[in-house]
C-alpha cells in the first residue's frame, strides 16, 4: 500500500467535505473535525466516519459535554468522504487479507494493519489540521480548529490515538482537547 498517496486522498477528501460543509453552512463556526467508527473485523476493513461538529450543537447529555463525542455531533458521518474512499479500503482490504491462509497469519496480518492504519490516520488528521489552521478549508472554521482521532471504543487506548493525531503544539491551543485527553488518561 502508499501509506503516502492514501494519507493525501484522505487529506484531500476531507478537505472538501469540510469546505463544502462551511459553505453551506456559514453562520456556524466549526471547532472541530474527528475520525471516529473505526472497523475492521479479520476480513475486510471500512473507512472510519469523518465528524464535524460547531459550538452551536455542543451540550450537556447525561452530565457529560458532547464537545468530543462524535456520534452526538450535528454532523456524525460526513458520507461524502468516506465515499471517496471506499476504493482505498477495498484495496486494503485485497492487500492485507489476500495472501493469509492460516488464524494466525490472519491475526497478524490484521495487527499490522490497524497499526499502519492508525499511523496513517493520525499523519491525515495532522495534515487536514495544518491546512485549516493556513486558511486552506474555510475562513468561518474557528482558529483553533482541530482534527483528531476520537474512537471511544478503543478505551484507554484512546488516549494515544489523541496524542498521535494532534501536535503537542496543537494541542496546546485546544484547552477542552487537552482536558478531555487528562480525563481519558485517569485510570
Not at 63 to 84: C, H, I, K, Q
Amino acid at each position: 500500500m502508499d501509506w503516502n498517496a492514501f494519507e493525501t486522498a484522505w487529506h484531500d477528501s476531507g478537505c472538501r467535505a469540510l469546505t463544502d460543509l462551511a459553505a453551506a453552512h456559514p453562520d456556524e463556526q466549526l471547532y472541530a473535525a474527528a475520525f471516529h467508527l473505526f472497523y475492521s473485523d479479520g476480513v475486510k476493513i471500512l473507512s472510519p466516519a469523518l465528524a464535524a461538529n460547531t459550538e452551536a450543537a455542543v451540550h450537556q447529555d447525561h452530565g457529560y459535554s458532547t464537545r468530543f463525542a462524535p456520534p452526538e455531533w450535528r454532523w456524525d458521518v460526513l458520507e461524502a468522504a468516506s465515499e471517496s474512499m471506499r476504493p482505498w479500503y477495498q484495496r486494503l482490504t485485497e492487500e492485507f487479507f489476500a495472501s493469509v491462509s492460516t488464524d494466525a497469519e490472519q491475526d497478524a496480518a490484521l495487527d499490522a494493519l490497524e497499526a499502519a492504519h492508525d499511523g496513517a490516520m493520525a499523519g491525515v488528521c495532522k495534515a487536514m489540521t495544518a491546512t485549516a489552521r493556513r486558511g486552506g478549508i474555510h475562513d468561518s472554521l474557528a482558529t483553533n480548529f482541530v482534527v483528531v482521532i476520537l474512537d471511544g471504543q478503543r478505551g484507554d487506548g484512546e488516549a494515544d490515538l489523541i496524542r498521535a493525531s494532534v501536535d503537542p503544539q496543537v494541542l496546546a491551543t485546544v484547552p477542552e482537547l487537552t482536558e478531555y485527553l487528562r480525563a481519558c488518561e485517569q485510570p
